[in-house]
């Protein structure tokens, strides 16, 4: 049970570990091993970040639910509902930079015949000019 992080974020572990804020060493959220395994799962920063705080919201939710104890109030599940909105956001952010790497879509203009192939340099001109 280690529980390391520097604060330069060279490893993927450190990158999650600032993404969830899980970096202080006197009250660790989680373990390294812990933190490789949900990056295995998810594979990547971004989705182990994801997981992470999706097992943060699961806890939170199942051990505060909503208690009140004089002016101090907590609601487990809006600090929940307020960890899985940031997840999802991790999610988008891991299929945008996927999508990057890929290089997005495109199109292929497909050539049969004389036809098609006039057409094409057709449909080619008018981009040009726009």
Known sequence: MTFTYVDTLTS???K???L???VDVTTPIFTDEELDGLMALRDGVFRGASLALRTIAANEAY???VMTRGDLATNGTQT???LRSVADEYDQMAVQAENDADGGFDWA???FN???A???LWKQALREQL
């Open 114 to 116: 004389v036809f098609t």
């Open 109 to 111: 203009e497909e050539v």
């Open 16 to 18: 999650v570990r600032r």
């Open 12 to 14: 993927d572990r450190d």
């Open 63 to 65: 051990v505060l639910k």
């Open 20 to 22: 969830i804020n899980d």
């Open 118 to 120: 006039r057409e094409r």
């Open 80 to 82: 929940a509902a307020g």
